[in-house]
């Protein structure tokens, strides 16, 4: 059974954060930045919430607020999905279907362990297939 622990192992546990009193503009910044559609919220040592780009669409811009006067806190969501470093891949993929979210950190006992996109997900199944196809296409024509 492969579970989120592989996606880290291969990606690594760099998460981008920030704290809840930032303003939205400056996280917004921060995303662009780094060209991730995602931001953990940190308060203090402890993991709080996450902000996302439809954070901002719909907390933000359709709400008509300004982003130079908004907090991530006021406009994150929270409480958030996650999952622990030994969830299985099929519920990490479930979760983020039904929930219709694209982002879901690996948290233990409030720790930060990394965060799994839907994107790494998918790249994660198609190594595996193009593996179960490669091994197939030598077992019925041998080497090349």
Same mark, same amino acid.
């Given at each position: 059974m492969v579970t989120a622990q592989a996606i880290l192992d291969k990606k690594g546990t760099d998460v981008a954060t920030v704290r809840?009193?930032?303003n939205v503009r400056e996280a917004a910044r921060l995303m662009n930045e780094k060209r991730i559609g995602? $931001?953990?919220?940190?308060?203090? @040592?402890?993991? *709080?919430? *996450?902000? /996302? @780009? +439809?954070? *901002?669409l719909t907390r933000v *811009?359709?709400?008509?607020? =300004?982003?130079?006067? /908004? $907090?991530?806190? @006021?406009?994150?969501?929270?409480?958030?999905?996650?999952?622990? +470093?030994?969830?299985? $891949?099929? @519920?990490? =993929?479930?979760v983020m279907t039904e929930k219709r979210i694209r982002h879901l950190p690996v948290v233990e006992d409030g720790v930060l362990h990394g965060l799994i996109s839907s994107g790494d997900i998918l790249a994660h199944e198609v190594a595996h297939q193009q593996a179960t196809i490669e091994y197939l296409h030598e077992y019925l024509y041998g080497r090349r």
């Open positions: 809840h009193d930032t995602a $931001l953990v919220v940190t308060k203090g @040592e402890n993991v *709080i919430g *996450i902000f /996302t @780009e +439809r954070d *901002i *811009i359709a709400a008509g607020r =300004r982003s130079d006067d /908004t $907090l991530v806190e @006021e406009a994150m969501t929270a409480p958030m999905a996650c999952c622990h +470093r030994d969830t299985p $891949l099929d @519920e990490c =993929r479930s």
